[in-house]
């Protein structure tokens, strides 16, 4: 390891190329831009005062731009891990106030410990063990939960603070008397102004047009005497350091929050930095570093009054289309941020709540996937399935349950799957060396003196009573006197464990007493180390060992010539069909 | 399903053969005698009056030899069962109270319910989960805890509950000055001789010589009154009916114990069952059933006084040595005990204890498995880890953690490997339509216009992304204009999921656009049936599968012809050690 895969940016930065400095900077600019909208709309989802979602777009940008090896990714707060913050702290405080703000950074420094611990020690993978269909089960159901707890906002009223869908629902269904409806307007016109210009163009900055639409519509009408709730006053200038508070207590109760933090928004920036790299192709995302990348953006924003962030999917893909080509890119996006909070802040005094409702709405409604159920539907019944529950468990349990329930489904169903795999009897292609399942192949041929098998999985300890089971059966199905050789085709055994090993060793002792020649074909070199380190080989012995069926079948000819008057003399291949 | 399935007696005894009847009259009485030392001392290890052991030597038998489809198996108390049964009432009681009577009672109903239900649901694989490691690791342990629970029987001093080991032999160090050498002369006399009397014929039952010879010796010398601890008064009678008492509070503690009971029972029970029907064949030992024929062992017996029970390794043993061919063999080891329990009981007044605690000890220590720790260090190491780590949380953490930690950790350490499989580029053998792992096999022959990869596990979320990084590298490690083919061998992928059918789409599509033809071979049926349905194969083509990957290999000389000038122009296959 160089010092240079630590930190990327000494890859880039010394062979900058000044032609890629337009695209960065514009790109840059456009992030930039976003970011003041998105990331005060999403510190209000996190509960906190929309200036915390400034703060948290500052110094984890540098930080980000510095040590990460995507040179697209655009950092910052994001909806789903705003929620998650939420959801977090707002067990231990009540939102908006000084502890409250104390645990989200608090929050934001653990979420980077565990994050940059996570990284030095090359656990990386474990993102792995998230399901395509857990994810879109997961981030379907937070994106209506979080879409929901802004419809207070939408429409100016009071509803309790909930996770549940079916709370906010019918409490916003008891308050429709109480709607006010220049709130709603104001909101749906953000909605539809950030649709429109979508639509128009991708590069039209919605969000920003919503934010200047509503704020001179309140301004130049007067629309909070009407009702209408504005951010109010937001403080200027830059966030202060200061060391987070850590007390035992809280601590306790914020880890499993801070681990959840951790890995949810490490996937959530790791697949869009993989997706935006495979584009580009002139640099590799690395997992581990980009989460010691993460974890110091958090760490380092903590002392700097930021909340949790990550890798956010939306603002990526902009920064992208926009010309990103390096981190610096990110850097431009900060330094407007910076200026932001320097002189811009006033400005935003009469920004309506709708507004910054509608651009969260639009954002986290886009990520409900009905797509790939539907897909799911056809394409993976099972998958559907796992989908569907992490859907409703995240819905009706909670957001950690949620994913947690997700992952431990989709690990036991690979385990029980594995533990009662496909066992195929295997007969020969006419006129070829190639073998497969009589069940499938209609026209293949078999021999009434010679079974040849084929387990479609690894051999261990779960699965080696069913196969024992599904052979004794094959066995069952055989005349007895007739079968004189068995075959195992062992080149789909990826794996072989030491209960396995017992346990075919105990096969073939048995079988030999029966008389029976066992070969063994195609065994894969794990497979063959595992088993002359466990003496089963000894056992077999070696000469049992071919590389491929037609040799054993070969040698099970020579081995075992016909007898006369016995009802396999012809040696004639016989088809399945009549056998 | 038949009646007869439900109840295998009716499949033996009306074809009953009177020629069996003289080897299930001697096997049924020798396991008779040696239920009555066992089942009391096993009576003792689970804390209860030793007359319990009897109880649960009556109903329980007869019910096993209706229901169950093991003709051998002898049910009955045993030591694992006996010492859970202790660990957990021994949290919610004090042992050899009425109150503590009461709960092992209600325990062996739950115990019996649950096996039922997990019966009656076809749950009967879940012991497949176990694997041989942990099994070893565990009972090591177990036997351990069981055989050291007797030292204080056996050096007559007192010696305070413990399941922790250092804890009973740190007090049994400060208690050498206190050993009462009588007892410790008889007991260890009373080990001498039982396996003295194994060791001249096994037929020989030691355990009674040992108990005849405790008594005559206690009663002939009058050693009680040199503090040699007799089992006394021991009540004349049958067990009477009663109904077990359930309370909701007890129940709730009870509930997990005897969930591990009912699996850990169940597993010596089938392991011992299926162990010895390979011997016989003329019948099947069915996981399901013998759960319901448990189960209902345990809630019968419950309503006749008696504590968990399970089918025995050792006694499982003798009976079948002695001749048993059916049922009835146990029927008649109930009988004996019925016999003893309205007649014989006034003899066991002068029996020691430390006679019981000889009978516990030999038996237990047998159950310590060196060898198969020792075979492991050299066949699996990862798989010694494993029980290793199985004993050492037993002993230090106790009996169903130490289980439990062995059960996650051997099914996570699967998860883990197949999340990392092994991946391999191949090469052709020279002279044959076979492709093997060219870092293997030194002679086989590469091209350098094709790659051929072999990916040796099912393809799922948890590691499609180390598949998509290995491919990478192995693409990288290529002259870029020159390949113009991937070949993915799939013979080996035996499962496919629809996160990894997303990835291998894109990846498919990805190398197209760089100019790569990819043909698919050996794809087998389950994997091509979840292509289909997925839309994959559509998405690939059906022209780009193959059965072999010599077919593949023709198609790609045939559609790829080479070009003049280029440095593949002379068509000869390389070996590997030239490239």
Redo the contacts between chains.
Sequence with gaps: MKIKDYMPILEWLPSYDKRQLPGDLSAGLTVGVMLIPQGMAYAMIAGLPPIYGLYASTLPLIIYALLGTSRQLAVGPVAMVSLLTAAGVGSLAVGGTETYIALAITLALFVGLIQFLLGAFRLG?LV???????ISGFTSAAALIIGLSQLKHLLGVEIARSHYVHEIVVEAMGKIGEINWSTLAIGLGGVLLIIGAKRLHKAIPGPLLAVVFGILLVWGMGLQALGVKIVGEVPGGLPSFGIPQIQIATAQDLLPIALAIALVSFMESIAVAKAIQ?KHKDYKVIANQELIALGAANIGGAFLQSYPVTGGFSRTAVNDQAGAKTGLASIFSAALIVLTLLFLTPLFYYLPKAILASVIMVAVFGLIDVKEAK??W???RS?FWMLIITFLATLGLGIEQGIGIGVIL??AI??F??????I?ELGQ?PG???Y??V??FDTVLQRDDLLIIRL???L???????FKDRVHELLQARLPKVLRTIILNA??I??I???A??ALSDLVE?WRKDGLAVYLTGV???VRD?MV???VTEKIGKENFF??VQEAVDEHLQQRPVQKNSIHQAFVLQTNVET
């Design positions: 993978f792995n063990f998230l399901s395509h269909p857990v495979a897909h799911l056809k394409a993976d998958d989709s690990l690979i385990i799957r594995t533990s009662r795999p496909h195929a292609v070829t060396p190639y497969r399942n069940e499938r479609d999985a690894q261990y300890f779960a699965n080696i009573d069913f080149e789909s990826n794996a464990d030491s209960t090993m017992h048995d894969k070199g794990p595992a380190k466990g003496g590389i491929s």
